[in-house]
């Protein structure tokens, strides 16, 4: 009998080949099996993979298709490996295959990865929570093809004032800056962030005022985030304050302060 592997899950990152986990490289290096969203991983990334590597691309496959082909792989003995952009625990419904793969009593492992917001931050060179600004980061994403409870709507979380990762929604800027504009003011500072860390990398920063006119005159359209909210100011020289971290007046478990 065969031996049988667990099928694992491995977040690609956001496109740079370089911005994967150690642990998710040698997954892909070992896959005999190796499907991925053709739509959103980059190319780049399956570098990784042996040239003896069965690639399969699922874009234009239904759920059951994928499951299907990652089940079969699995009985056969193969090393079998599903690819999600960014990390697979933010909008990458892996959630229903893991649920599926589980009744037909097949393992699973999740390897993480870079999401994305976190690639836009880095090449920003911006912390999204700052010391008397916010401490909070909230990722979500606007109501369009895909409802959202009532509750989570735009309005009601930008009125915490934390910084607002927003996925899946560029196609619905003009809506979203009216909404968020409603909250934090549309002078607001925000940034739109396209194919993060890809070789076209796109960053635009603008205000909620100007965001969408800006947007559409670069033709951007997909595979952007849309980041929002008060810390985004920093990039403007507008630090409201420093952290205690390292500040000389400040003692902790391996520093002594002293002023």
């Known amino acids: 009998m065969a031996e049988r592997y667990p099928v694992i899950f491995v977040g690609a990152g956001p496109g740079d080949p370089e911005l994967i986990t150690v642990k998710g490289m040698k997954a892909l290096s070992q896959a005999e099996v190796l499907l991925y969203a053709g739509s959103l991983v980059s190319p780049a990334v399956l570098s990784w993979a042996s040239a003896e590597a069965e690639l399969v691309d699922t874009a234009p ?3 059951e298709e994928i499951v299907g082909r990652l089940a079969a792989a699995h009985r056969a003995g193969k090393r079998v490996v599903r690819v999600h952009s960014g ?10 295959q893991l649920e599926l793969l589980e009744q037909k009593g097949i393992p699973c492992q999740v390897i993480p990865g870079v999401t994305a917001a976190s690639a836009a931050a880095a090449a920003m060179a911006q912390e999204l929570t700052l010391p008397e600004v916010t401490q909070t980061v909230i990722y979500t994403r606007g109501a369009g093809r895909t409802p959202v409870p009532t509750q989570e709507n735009l309005r009601s979380l930008a009125a915490h004032g934390a910084t607002l990762i927003i996925y899946l929604s560029i196609q619905l800027l003009d809506q979203v800056a009216a909404e968020l504009g409603d909250v934090y003011g549309p002078e607001a500072p925000v940034v739109v962030a396209y194919r993060v860390s890809w070789p076209e990398e796109h960053l635009i920063r603008a205000t909620l005022a100007d965001i969408a006119a800006k947007v559409k005159e670069a033709g951007i359209t997909r595979q952007a985030l849309i980041l929002v909210g008060p810390a985004l100011a920093a990039w403007e020289g ?12 400040f003692a902790h478990g391996f520093r002594v302060a002293t002023d």
Do not use: C, G, I, N
């Open 87 to 96: 990390d697979p625990s933010l909008f990458s419904a892996m959630q229903e």
């Open 61 to 63: 496959l239904t759920l």
């Open 238 to 249: 507008r630090l409201k304050a420093r952290s205690r971290l390292y500040d000389r007046t």
